[in-house]
């Protein structure tokens, strides 16, 4: 510590007064000495008073190269001449500093870089009488700790690059930088095919593969170009461009990079990318993220793997779809839904051997509204869960009433499917009405097992032991529709309406239904051939040895009355789906 003023004790002689202030300074000394803080005090003429051992460790001084008296300028000047201080501080600077924070009239504290990299916080505080106390320190691990933390509230953790958060700031700063003729393109891209992955390999496998996707991104895209993550496996792309075909090249330059095989742990990866495009107008960020999601969306539906611009009337219709999601779930609540069936027919006897359940919706303002614009929306939302539950009940409940030999088919959703307790709810609606299981046939698609297959085949299995039987919908649309007759021992398989439309133009679609025909009966299992609107397509499938049909030919799918008649001998009023 350096000296001070001390009491003069006389010699031989002492005083409880003089004790007491001896005892007084030590205790202010070893304070000064266990402070975490340097400290020094200075006078009104700037004279240096005190300092503490504290202050000559954070500036690396040695006992001896401070005093009493001592300027502040002069201690000031020692600093810099050793080089303790960043380069940019000066004797002045420094100065001027401490003047400031005095004349404010309060405890000021100012950041100092140190040339080793710590930085430290002087803080100057005003003493009554004239002169002043600074104290410093060192708060170099508080500051990165800040910066650290700082950084990763705009930073995805994951991959490291710009979040959301970030993304905003950074799109805000390229429109104002714009050059003359420069648009900002956004690009919202989106991986295909992602989720089999972290189903099949594990969440660990995805993260990785996240991260690979970010490392091509970061590679492929031009200097400028901001690449950030916007959680999920979705990216967003921001690059000032002077051209819309500027903005399409890179993604389709994109497409490509990301849609090239990984080879992750000895695995072989194949995914593709969507992707949207907004360009910079009269919107925000934010209006761009939100066009160029819109037309993400278009991508996406129109077959993936491509890329869409932004068009106003994507807009339009997304607040359309968004007014019928919200009726959607009204019309769940209000009980608007219906349950139509089409029959399915014996192509011998042209007896009924089954009626399909299709979920209408009859709107009050509408009218009936087609499952095409609303089953999809249901399916985005999860609101086929419990639509899907409440068809299969209501398709119950009619089936108690109708002849034992007829059965009823139910779509099931890979959602529902999805389900811990759907095997649970099956069994119960059945058991509630009274209903055989073998009197209930679940319709599933080639995406209930490309999705969680293992546990979607237990459940089936499951499904199937108690006698309800399984059919494979639109068989021949999906590329492994083959392959998973292998897996799981279908009870039939029903022939996609396609295949028959063209029986009559093209020789090969005569041939693709007997190939199937010929597979369902080698296994054992009932052809259905779906689609049947003339009589001479009902004849060339009969020829063919399939052994049910469905379509207009017949009926149309009828409400639950005019089932309810037919089979007290009155015929069916054919109303349109």
């Known amino acids: 510590m350096g000296p001070r003023h001390r009491p003069t004790e006389e010699t031989g002689s002492s005083s409880p007064f003089s004790d007491q202030l001896i005892e007084q300074n030590r205790r202010f000394d070893a304070a000064l000495e266990n402070m975490s803080q340097g400290l020094c005090m200075f006078d009104a003429e700037g004279h240096l008073l005190v300092w503490n051992k504290r202050y000559l460790e954070i500036f690396g001084l040695a006992a001896d190269q401070l005093w009493v008296g001592m300027f502040q300028r002069q201690i000031l000047e020692t600093l810099v001449a050793l080089g303790r201080y960043a380069p940019g501080f000066t004797v002045d600077n420094l100065s001027e500093g401490t003047r400031i924070s005095l004349v404010q009239g309060q405890a000021t504290s100012i950041l100092r870089e140190l040339a080793d990299g710590r930085t430290v916080s002087a803080t100057h505080r005003a003493m009554s009488g004239g002169g002043w106390v600074a104290t410093f320190e060192d708060v170099t691990e508080r500051r990165r700790n800040e910066e650290r933390i700082t950084y990763m509230a705009r930073h995805d953790a994951l991959t490291d690059l710009p979040n959301r958060v970030a993304l905003?700031?950074?799109?805000?700063?390229?429109?104002?930088?714009?050059?003359?003729?420069?648009?900002?393109?956004?690009?919202?891209?989106?991986?295909?095919?992602?989720?089999?992955?972290?189903?099949?390999?594990?969440?660990?496998?995805?993260d990785t593969l996240l991260q690979c996707v970010a490392q091509r991104l970061q590679r492929h895209v031009p200097r400028r170009a901001t690449v950030a993550r916007m959680g999920g496996d979705e990216f967003v792309v921001l690059h000032p461009v002077e051209t819309l075909a500027d903005a399409e090249a890179l993604a389709r330059r994109l497409i490509t990079a990301v849609s090239a095989p990984y080879d992750i742990d000895g695995s072989r990866l194949e995914i593709g990318m969507s992707v949207g495009i907004a360009l910079s107008g009269d919107g925000d960020v934010a209006a761009l993220l939100q066009n160029a999601d819109l037309a993400l969306h278009q991508s996406k539906s129109d077959g993936r793997g491509t890329s869409r611009v932004f068009e106003a009337q994507m807009d339009a219709r997304a607040r359309a779809r968004l007014t019928l999601e919200r009726e959607l779930r009204d019309a769940l609540t209000n009980g608007q839904f219906e349950v139509f069936y089409q029959p399915l027919v014996d192509l011998g006897s042209n007896d009924i051997v089954g009626l399909e359940a299709l979920a209408r919706w009859r709107h009050p303002e509408r009218g009936l509204v087609s499952p095409a614009v609303f089953i999809p929306i249901a399916e985005e939302t999860g609101l086929i869960v419990p639509l899907g539950e409440w068809v299969l009940r209501q398709a119950c409940r009619d089936a108690a009433r109708w002849p034992g030999h007829v059965r009823v088919a139910?779509?099931?959703?890979?959602?529902?499917?999805?389900?811990?307790?759907?095997?649970?709810?099956?069994?119960?609606?059945?058991?509630?009405?009274?209903?055989?299981?073998?009197?209930?046939?679940?319709?599933?698609?080639?995406?209930?097992?490309?999705?969680?297959?293992?546990?979607?085949?237990?459940?089936?299995?499951?499904?199937?032991?108690?006698?309800?039987?399984?059919?494979?919908?639109?068989?021949?649309?999906?590329?492994?529709?083959?392959?998973?007759?292998?897996?799981?021992?279908?009870?039939?398989?029903?022939?996609?309406?396609?295949?028959?439309?063209?029986?009559g133009e093209k020789p090969e679609a005569a041939a693709i239904i007997r190939a199937i025909i010929g597979l369902g009966q080698s296994l054992n299992m009932t052809t259905l051939v779906e689609g049947i609107e003339t009589e001479g397509q009902r004849k060339a499938v009969l020829a063919e040895g399939a052994d049910e049909m469905q379509g207009y030919l017949f009926s149309h799918p009828c409400p639950a009355r005019d089932i309810d008649a037919l089979f007290d001998g009155a015929h069916p009023r054919t109303e349109a789906a």
């Open 410 to 503: 139910v779509n099931v959703s890979p959602h529902q499917l999805r389900q811990r307790t759907f095997a649970t709810m099956v069994v119960s609606a059945l058991a509630e009405n009274a209903v055989d299981p073998r009197r209930l046939e679940l319709e599933i698609t080639e995406s209930v097992l490309l999705e969680e297959t293992d546990a979607n085949l237990k459940t089936l299995h499951a499904l199937r032991a108690s006698g309800v039987r399984i059919a494979m919908d639109d068989f021949g649309t999906g590329y492994s529709s083959i392959s998973y007759l292998r897996s799981f021992p279908f009870d039939k398989i029903k022939i996609d309406r396609s295949f028959v439309r063209e029986i």
């Open 168 to 206: 905003h700031e950074i799109g805000a700063t390229l429109l104002a930088q714009l050059g003359p003729g420069q648009i900002l393109a956004v690009l919202c891209l989106d991986l295909d095919r992602f989720k089999p992955v972290n189903d099949g390999f594990g969440y660990a496998m995805g």
